[in-house]
């Protein structure tokens, strides 16, 4: 059984950094067509954040482009986000996913994409 976990959410003053670990079990990171970042702020649409697949491959949404870094640790099946200069518009709850091997054209941005989501982990950015 596929399982996510998110961790490394907290408080933080804005230009301050996060980490966030994505720890997936039941399968191997390889396994995945890719694992992905989104967010999700009170009273808005979830947004795509950042994504990355087993051989390396990222892909960033506009709003954290040049600030956020996702990276993978294949041998801990671990996918971590690297969030620096934080914004407050940044505060929102972060979910982990996960998707099968895509066959065709596949939308990392799109969170339909992904089958498999962790329960989420609030990252809020003081002013």
């Known amino acids: 059984q596929v399982q996510l976990v998110e961790s490394g959410g907290g408080l933080v003053q804005a230009g301050g950094s996060l980490r966030l670990s994505c720890a997936a079990s039941g399968r191997t990171f390889s396994s995945y067509g890719a694992v992905g970042w989104f967010r999700q702020a009170p009273g808005k649409d979830r947004e795509f954040a950042a994504a990355?697949?087993?051989?390396?491959?990222?892909y960033y949404g506009d709003s954290v482009k040049a600030r956020f870094t996702i990276s993978s640790d294949n041998a801990k099946n671990t996918v971590y986000l690297q969030m620096n200069s934080l914004k407050p518009e940044d505060t929102a709850v972060y979910y982990c996913?996960?998707?099968?091997?895509?066959?065709?054209?596949?939308?990392?941005?799109?969170?339909?994409?992904?089958?498999?989501w962790g329960q989420g982990t609030q990252v809020t950015v003081s002013s």
């Open positions: 990355i697949t087993w051989r390396g491959a990222t």
């Open positions: 996913a996960a998707m099968n091997p895509p066959h065709g054209t596949w939308y990392p941005n799109m969170a339909y994409e992904y089958d498999y």
